[in-house]
Nanobody, 121 residues
Framework: QVQLVESGGGLVQPGGSLRLSCAAS????????MGWYRQAPGKQRKLVAF???????NYADSVKGRFTISLDNAKNTVYLEMNSLEPEDTAVYYC???????????????WGQGTQVTVSS
């Protein structure tokens, strides 16, 4: 009903930057928020940043001041600008949307397939 397609991952040196994008498509009635989570090998998936359709944001402490999340409501696309990347940022980054699909009464959480971000020299 709602599909998420991520792009923008890759290999970057410490101190570098990357921009992730995630576009939502399908039978969307309303998107209430979109965001990014990440999962490093052997660790749990954790919140990186989330933004509501009204523009309220929430960041993990470890990325505050380095990452910026933004949402283009017209395009149903969320972006994550990542600066001053550190090896500890290496993980698979997953896009999440909290959305109501057409003909569905409630909001559900939808996930993308994930994109690898590797920070290494």
């Amino acid at each position: 009903q709602v599909q998420l397609v991520e792009s923008g991952g890759g290999l970057v040196q410490p101190g570098g930057s990357l921009r992730l994008s995630c576009a939502a498509s399908g039978s969307i009635f309303r998107i209430n928020g979109m965001g990014w989570y990440r999962q490093a090998p052997g660790k749990q998936r954790k919140l990186v940043a989330f933004i509501t359709s009204g523009g309220s944001t929430n960041y993990a402490d470890s990325v505050k001041g380095r990452f910026t999340i933004s949402l283009d409501n017209a395009k149903n696309t969320v972006y994550l600008e990542m600066n001053s990347l550190e090896p500890e940022d290496t993980a698979v980054y997953y896009c999440k949307a909290t959305a109501q699909a057409m003909g569905v009464r409630y909001d559900y959480a939808y996930w993308g397939q994930g994109t690898q971000v590797t920070v290494s020299s």
